[in-house]
């Protein structure tokens, strides 16, 4: 077994405005508005890829040079249900973004209490804005009222980092916006707060500006 990079986490093998802007988002623009910015033992099911890319899937291809941030990054989450590979953290950034969970391209957690899922971008960035599709084939509804958050705490205790927004229109394969203003942070997670559920989600895609660091 691995140890996760943030420390004090056990690691196992192995989406401002919230969605209303979701039904507008095919052909829309990831603008970075020029932004600048000066553990609890947790068990975790983590997959850690081996290569990066820069391409987005949810975004359509008019969306300019905007980078997708979360594209290949290690990502983490409380659990795995069923505990196959076909529910892994990293199903979520891998750019595949069909919305069926039976194709194996979505993440999935046990039902547990507040559960998460986040991802490692390496370093700090300022958030912009944060994509998350849905699932499609069913439940969808289980993402509703859990929120995106940005900031420098992993695990269980990412729900204490800055939120951007919670889930509102949680229909089967919706496609979120979540505007983040600018957060910084260097781990952008979903947790569910206040109530045991399944978490699940099928891609991830996180837009913003690297940090400029003063000598």
Not at 40 to 69: F, I, M, W, Y
Not at 156 to 173: E, L
Request: with cysteine; hydrophobic share 30%.
């Amino acid at each position: 077994m691995e140890k996760e990079p943030a420390g004090g986490v056990r690691e196992e093998s192995l989406t401002g405005e919230g969605d209303k802007a979701a039904p507008r988002i095919a052909g829309a623009q990831v603008k970075h508005r020029g932004l600048r910015g000066s553990f609890g033992e947790d068990t975790v099911v983590a997959d850690r890829p081996t290569t990066q890319s820069n391409q987005h899937c949810c975004l359509s291809k008019n969306s300019g040079q905007a980078t997708n941030l979360a594209r290949g990054r290690p990502a983490f989450q409380s659990s795995t249900y069923p505990d196959v590979i076909s529910g892994i953290a990293h199903k979520a950034v891998d750019g595949n973004c069909d919305g069926n969970f039976h194709h194996a391209s979505c993440t999935h957690t046990d039902q547990e209490t507040e559960p998460w899922w986040y991802v490692d971008l390496g370093e700090q960035y300022a958030i912009s804005a944060v994509v998350v599709k849905n699932r499609g084939d069913c439940c969808g509804s289980r993402l509703w009222g859990a929120e995106v958050h940005v900031g420098d705490s992993t695990g269980s205790s990412s729900k204490f980092n800055p939120v951007c927004d919670s889930f509102q229109d949680t229909s089967d394969g919706s496609l979120s916006t979540i505007y983040c203003n600018g957060l910084i942070g260097r781990y952008v997670s979903i947790v569910i707060r206040g109530r045991a559920d399944y978490l699940h989600v099928c891609e991830v895609e996180v837009y913003g500006t690297k940090l400029e660091r003063e000598c």
